[in-house]
């Protein structure tokens, strides 16, 4: 298998065009590699069974060879551990089967000398049960704690949907001890915080400051419909009555979620010049883009979940076309912001901007028997095991970088990780790292692991990073030049997105164009061989193979032949030159 290498000449083929934008460095996020991973799974340096900060630190360089700049880090808080840590008992501190404060630290200071900065995730919208507020709050109607939470004396006619449906039956429960019902969006365990409240607000910018001064450079934001929501309504997602009410029944204090987000970013932006958020916001594109701020003032980069999703289905189809179309009708967005690539994520593989239909054709061919499947809208599986074809994997990766966007890995993607069915939920895919044939992750015995690996073709013996370390032919090294070869343009991600029509519908193609930079991208969904024939409309027209360099006149109609699964990419000359397929 061919490794791919990036060439002198490549770097220096684009001479001559127009540099990026003097607020690059500023905007560096908008050109990142995100790594998304918990401690808890990653690397244990002690032999309790268990990852920890000392252990991610070991593995930093592992990471910088790979080519990541950002580094995602979930819930290392203290937790009450219902929830895989987002059930969280102290924002302030370290969960000490982690490490320590002093720990965090030194990750964050190696991890820049590395060229890696760190994100962590901002999950103050509920907390635990457990949580010395929740405990205080419960304790009487008139608690000064009490309004930190969200209570009425009876649920709403009309509440919000559960997060979870099947282990929830209501967004509402009631406290036994008071007598009034709680609001939690997500489990009973996680009472929501009452984000309209001053106090709260306060709260809020104590613990943004804290991780902002020990260093962190942005943070991605859980759930942000949800979080956002408070004050707006009694039902919908707009809030649920998060506005709350006090003792008496009364309103809480009226606060848009708009509000909420702006003077969020605002502190953040004072506090940090290069600090960003990085928002959850599962919507189409059309609600999606609230979320960027009207006056700029929102998020700077959100998921782009509408992608993600009808990737599957082109996926299961063999079809290239309903990504194409929603790739069409992505919205350009403003210089300071960005969208987020991304093949999935920690949660389950969500689904529910499917039609039903799609939905259900798409469970037929990745998600074939009920255990699979998770709360009628998601998919509990990693990619590989899905697929089971690793031209398709790899093409897909391979598109993931070839479009404009921060492409975001969850970790395990770059080896090819498969899943642990036996696992509950969500967990089936947040098993532990695979490092070597013995699994690498602690020196503890497997049965005292945190969590077990997959077994199997998927297990360590068979996926690791020690073997494919050594192959360069292997996943792996696919993964590192496909981010080699995205960070040696970092005009991809202030161009404009082009799909192209016309073509064979198993083939997507699309064009990444800037001012004096352009690359045609195209992405077979076939597992057959298929032609392109590309016509572009120029005098002088030149096409550029990205992987191999090899230099095609296209001054007349080429014909470009695919692999099953296959895609090419080509720099284009003259860049402003209109591109045809057939």
């Known amino acids: 298998m061919t490794r791919y290498r990036i060439s002198p000449e490549q770097m220096l083929a684009g001479a001559g065009r127009t540099p990026i934008p003097i607020d690059a460095a500023d905007l560096w996020w908008r050109h990142a590699v995100f790594y998304c991973l918990d401690i808890e799974t990653f690397q244990d340096s002690d032999g309790d069974g268990v990852g920890d900060i000392p252990g991610l630190i070991s593995r930093l360089p592992y990471l910088a060879d790979l080519g990541v700049t950002c580094l995602w880090l979930m819930p290392f808080f203290p937790t009450a551990d219902r929830d895989d840590g987002y059930d969280i008992t102290d924002f302030f501190t370290v969960d000490p089967r982690f490490g320590t404060l002093g720990d965090m630290v030194e990750l964050i200071r190696v991890a820049r000398g590395l060229g890696i900065r760190i994100i962590i995730d901002f999950v103050m919208n509920h907390t635990s049960v457990n949580?010395?507020?929740?405990?205080?709050?419960?304790?009487?109607?008139?608690?000064?704690?009490?309004?930190?939470?969200?209570?009425?004396?009876?649920?709403?006619?009309?509440?919000?949907?559960?997060?979870?449906?099947?282990?929830?039956?209501?967004?509402?429960?009631?406290?036994d001890k008071t007598g009034q019902y709680y609001m939690h969006h997500f489990l009973e365990t996680q009472p929501d915080l009452n984000v309209a409240l001053p106090e709260m607000r306060r709260e809020i910018d104590k613990n943004l400051g804290l991780w902002l001064e020990l260093g962190v450079s942005g943070f991605r934001i859980d759930a942000v419909p949800f979080m956002f929501s408070s004050g707006e309504s009694d039902s919908g997602t707009g809030g649920s009555n998060a506005g709350g009410t006090g003792a008496d029944g009364t309103r809480g204090h009226a606060y848009s979620g708009a509000d909420h987000l702006s003077r969020l970013r605002g502190f953040v932006s004072r506090r940090s010049a290069e600090a960003f958020l990085l928002g959850e916001v599962n919507m189409p594109y059309d609600q999606q883009v609230a979320w960027f701020g009207e006056a700029r003032d929102g998020l700077q980069l959100q998921f782009d979940f509408p992608a993600m999703q009808r990737l599957y289905l082109s996926l299961a189809r063999g079809d290239a076309r309903p990504l194409a179309d929603t790739l069409a009708a992505r919205p350009e967005v403003d210089v300071s912001q960005q969208w987020a690539n991304f093949v999935r994520n920690h949660d389950e593989l969500t689904l529910d901007q499917l039609a039903p239909k799609e939905l259900e054709e798409v469970f037929e061919v990745f998600a074939p028997d009920e255990d699979m499947r998770v709360y009628g809208r998601g998919i509990r599986r990693r990619l590989p095991p899905m697929i089971r074809d690793e031209r398709a994997v790899r093409m897909v990766y391979a598109l993931t970088y070839a479009l404009p966007g921060s492409p975001i890995l969850f970790y395990g993607e770059e080896i090819g990780m498969g899943e642990n069915l036996g696992m509950k939920g969500r967990l089936a895919v947040r098993t532990p790292m695979q490092w070597t044939r013995e699994g690498g992750f602690s020196s503890a015995r497997p049965s005292r692991w945190v969590r077990r690996s997959p077994d199997g073709e998927y297990g360590p013996e068979h996926v690791n990073v020690e073997d494919q370390l050594a192959d360069s032919g292997s996943m792996l090294s696919h993964v590192r030049e496909l981010i080699g070869l995205y960070r040696s343009t970092p005009e991809q991600a202030w161009a404009a997105l082009e799909v192209l029509t016309g073509g064979p519908g198993e083939v997507l193609a699309h064009v990444c164009r800037g001012e004096d930079w352009a690359m045609l991208a195209l992405h077979s969904f076939s597992g057959e061989g298929v032609s392109v024939r590309v016509t572009v409309d120029a005098d002088d027209a030149l096409l550029t193979d990205r992987v191999t360099g090899e230099r095609i006149d296209a001054v007349s109609p080429v014909t470009i032949d695919l692999e099953p699964f296959g895609w090419r990419w080509f720099l284009l000359h003259p860049a402003d030159a209109r591109v045809r397929v057939r």
């Open 131 to 175: 949580h010395p507020w929740f405990r205080q709050a419960r304790r009487s109607l008139d608690d000064p704690k009490r309004n930190w939470y969200v209570w009425r004396d009876e649920p709403p006619e009309n509440p919000d949907p559960p997060v979870f449906p099947g282990e929830q039956k209501s967004t509402w429960t009631r406290d």
